[in-house]
């Protein structure tokens, strides 16, 4: 790709071995420069595939803002930003990240210093604009990642407002694994003649995921969640559940024996960081979570996929099973199913097919618990 010597280096340091397809094909039109459109489900590499040209792109000896990135969540943005600070660290470019929950006057501090990049949520991006703490004026790439989540989100006026402000002159991005209208409209209010580029998403129900299903009471699922940690080698697994409440509830269940942690919307904001960074030095097996851990959050490597609440649809049940069996890794997805679960089960079962199977896992076989 004629990358510069810097940037192999850093690409070589994250582990990143040969290009995803959307980053083989974003990178090289956006060095040409040229908005691009991509749709792709996380995970696919897009942070790359806007990370290698935005730092190929930049000026360091210029000190000012020259990239940004908005994104919908605080975990999103700190990752992306460590990405893209390695990325460009042997070209001296300076990332901050900016997010809600962290005392601005850090980020102060951080603006400062008079960053090349910021990796911003929307919500707080516009809180220093307005206080003068930033200018995006100058910026020369916008990038907007996840943008559906920003949808989904209700952050789309703050988008258009934060746009609004930005060159007109400004090579811009947007990636989002789903093209509603309304993304739709903001790309082409936004951007100019842009690229469209659709990766279809491999359906992580294939070869890589073993999938399982375990038929246990509601009431005996504890259980059953601690005779699988005996007996499968559940080195990272991600345990879903649908509500804040039922996954503080679950992970009282285990924190105490330093088996789990939880992260949720409803923590704040260093307990979540203190929970991702638990989960992935692998000082626990378990991270209890709600959905918003199934997008959105880059852990490197989830063994194990537990949906302890059934999933209340088939497009939920997929985005939960992706965040195993990435990388070309292997992984296991395991659902259990309650009494209260049957129909979704049969909806499942229906369009997942012979590829979910039953698990060996009974706590009901009382010869095995003898044993």
């Known amino acids: 790709m004629g990358l510069r010597r810097e940037t192999v280096q850093a690409v070589a340091a994250l582990g990143w071995t040969r290009p995803t397809p959307i980053q083989s094909k974003v990178i090289p039109l956006m060095i040409g420069g040229r908005d691009v459109v991509g749709q792709a489900q996380t995970g696919s590499g897009k942070t790359g595939a806007y990370g290698i040209p935005l730092v190929e792109r930049l000026d360091p000896?210029?000190?000012?803002l020259q990239g940004l990135v908005l994104v919908p969540t605080r975990e999103l943005a700190l990752q992306v930003a460590e990405d893209l600070r390695t990325l460009g660290l042997g070209r001296g470019l300076r990332v901050v990240a900016l997010y809600g929950g962290q005392a601005i006057d850090r980020q102060f501090a951080e603006l400062r210093r008079r960053p090349h990049?910021?990796?911003?949520?929307?919500g707080r991006?516009?809180?220093h604009l307005q206080r003068g703490t930033v200018a995006v004026g100058q910026a020369d790439i916008v990038v907007l990642d996840e943008a559906d989540r920003m949808l989904d989100m209700g952050f789309l006026p703050d988008v258009s407002r934060i746009m609004k402000r930005t060159s007109r002159l400004r090579q811009t991005a947007l990636f989002s694994a789903t093209m509603p209208a309304e993304i739709h409209a903001i790309a082409v209010q936004h951007m100019r003649d842009p690229v469209w580029i659709a990766i279809e998403a491999p359906m992580p129900t294939v070869d890589t995921v073993e999938q399982f299903y375990v038929e246990v009471a509601e009431e005996d699922k504890v259980r059953a969640l601690r005779r699988l940690l005996r007996e499968e080698p559940i080195r990272s697994g991600l345990v879903f559940r649908r509500t804040r409440h039922r996954a503080d509830r679950l992970a009282r269940a285990f924190v105490r024996d330093g088996l789990a942690a939880v992260i949720h919307g409803g923590m704040r904001e260093g307990a979540r960081l203190r929970a991702l960074r638990d989960f992935e030095a692998r000082r626990v097996p378990l991270l209890v979570a709600t959905n918003v851990a199934s997008r959105g959050l880059d852990l490197a490597?989830?063994?194990h996929v537990i949906n302890y609440d059934i999933p209340e649809d088939v497009d939920t049940y997929i985005h939960r099973v992706g965040r195993t069996a990435r990388a070309g890794r292997a992984g296991t997805a395991i659902t259990f199913v309650g009494q209260y679960d049957l129909a979704a089960f049969d909806q499942l079962r229906h369009a997942i097919g012979s590829a979910l199977?039953?698990?060996?896992?009974?706590i009901y076989d009382t010869a095995r618990s003898a044993r």
């Open 117 to 122: 990049v910021a990796v911003a949520t929307p």
């Open 301 to 303: 490597e989830v063994s």
């Open 61 to 64: 000896v210029k000190r000012t």
């Open 125 to 127: 991006l516009l809180d």
């Open 357 to 362: 199977r039953p698990h060996r896992l009974n």
